[in-house]
């Protein structure tokens, strides 16, 4: 997967969201999501740009999760279709 793991995501973030069970599938949506919007990012370029770029890049993908945790990964199938 990316550069988010459960660490970052529950110990630099503060994710409490998301079970250390669930987070591999929300972290795998989220992905995308960020993705989406980034226009698909090269995501290794995007770590090496300069601070705070990379840690921002991370912090999406950790909100995304938290998101998809609170309103369920078909939260986005449902923001898709009534858009």
């Known amino acids: ?7 970052f ?4 973030y503060g994710g409490t969201d998301a079970d ?11 992905y ?8 698909w ?3 290794t370029k995007v770590m090496t740009l300069p601070a705070p ?6 912090k999406a993908v950790c909100a995304q999760v ?7 990964i ?3 199938n449902e923001t898709a279709s009534s858009g």
């Open 1 to 7: 997967m990316g550069v988010v793991d459960w660490t």
């Open 9 to 12: 995501y529950s110990t630099v």
């Open 20 to 30: 250390e069970t669930s987070f591999p599938a929300l972290c795998a949506r989220a």
């Open 32 to 39: 995308d999501v960020i993705g989406a919007v980034t226009h």
């Open 41 to 43: 990012v090269d995501e």
């Open 53 to 58: 770029v990379p840690m921002l890049y991370k």
């Open 66 to 72: 938290d998101f998809l945790s609170i309103n369920g």
């Open 74 to 76: 078909d939260s986005l």
